[in-house]
């Protein structure tokens, strides 16, 4: 059922007891979006839990907040918690964490692709990020930001807009983003820490590199992440994508990864056709120009079909 952001104010002040939750391989939205919420829900009263199937990539931890999320099977709740799935378009969508919900779920989101499976839910697919949906709601609420809060949000907003480079970025974006630096937040010491890397990481970036294919005239750019080339990455190969879309005359990139056998993990980025179709033909989904999905196929056979896919779309 959807409600409105008066109706969430309520809803969250009426449970004791509160589940935060988010989408498996957690983004700098999922994370800014998750931590920030908990920190207004603390500052309630809340007992407040951030649960999520996943490690937090290096890149994040430096974000006040993010020592406070744990694994989902030390979580013990009952049906008298509220669970919170933010950036999520389906339940599923966070793993384990699933496992853990008992009472009524509120799900705050804004993929397009979202499956409209919670009790409660608020999804604006207008909004580049899910913290920008909170900064709104914050505001609408006339609750008090603080530094900590904005830093958490604008990491959020400005992950999930490529630090306001994408196409979803609009002015309700900016502005979002120029009252979260009003509230205390540092874009410059955010960059600074996401945009650090050691030595190690440097030299993976170089072997990513040789690594990508073009297809159709460079249309179509791909990284493929094998069990060779996951040995110099490790398994967090989020950030690689961008490297795919910045080869000149790219429309679509992608990345494809290696996760067992008959199991790859696509991830999709474009400048003009609609990925979230794509994605949604193998059973994913996403936005229009960022968009992901599991395929039950060995890495090659993914990649044929996917590639296929997205010459069909162009
Ligand atoms: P990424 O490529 O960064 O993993 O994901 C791009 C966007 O698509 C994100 O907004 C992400 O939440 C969404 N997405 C990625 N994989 C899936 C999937 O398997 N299912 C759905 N519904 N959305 C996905
Ligand atoms: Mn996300
Ligand atoms: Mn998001």
């Not at 951030?50 to 694994?71: C, P, S």
């Not at 009952?78 to 933010?86: A, E, G, H, K, Y």
């Not at 509120?106 to 990020?129: T, V």
């Not at 609750?143 to 196409?167: R, W």
Request: glycine share 6%.
């Amino acid at each position: 059922m959807e409600i409105s952001s008066e109706e969430i104010k309520s809803l969250l002040e009426h449970y004791d007891n509160i589940m935060l939750t988010a989408h498996v391989n957690p983004d700098g939205d999922a994370i800014g979006s998750l931590v920030a919420l908990r920190e207004w829900l603390a500052l309630l009263g809340k007992k407040v839990i951030i649960a999520i199937d996943d490690t937090i990539e290096d890149k994040f931890l430096f974000l006040q907040g993010v020592d406070q999320i744990v694994r989902p099977e030390t979580v013990v709740t009952d049906d008298s918690w509220l669970t919170v799935i933010l950036d999520a378009t389906a339940a599923e969508r966070t793993g384990s964490a699933v496992q853990c919900i008992k009472g009524k779920v509120l799900n705050i989101d804004h993929h397009i692709s979202n499956e409209h499976f919670a009790d409660y839910e608020y999804i604006r697919a207008d909004f580049a990020a899910t913290g920008e949906i909170l900064t709104d709601l914050f505001q609408r609420w006339d609750i008090l930001i603080t530094s900590s809060m904005a830093n958490a949000l604008y990491l959020a907003i400005a992950t999930d807009c490529g630090f306001f480079k994408f196409s979803n970025t609009t002015g309700h974006t900016l502005r979002m983003a120029a009252d979260l630096l009003d509230a205390g937040a540092k874009p410059n010491h955010i960059s600074e820490q996401l945009e650090e890397r050691s030595l190690v990481k440097l030299r993976a970036i170089s072997e990513v590199l040789k690594h990508i294919e073009l297809f159709a005239n460079n249309r179509i750019s791909g990284i493929t992440f094998d069990t060779e080339l996951l040995k110099f990455t490790g398994e967090h190969t989020g950030g690689y994508i961008d490297y795919a879309r910045s080869v000149k005359g790219s429309e679509v990139a992608f990345t494809i990864k290696y996760i067992k056998d008959k199991e790859s993990r696509v991830s999709l980025r474009s400048k003009s056709v609609d990925v979230n179709s794509i994605a949604a033909v193998f059973g994913g989904g996403g936005h229009i120009r960022a968009a992901g999905c599991t395929i039950n196929m060995n890495l090659l056979d993914a990649k044929k079909h996917l590639v296929k896919e997205i010459l069909k779309a162009l």
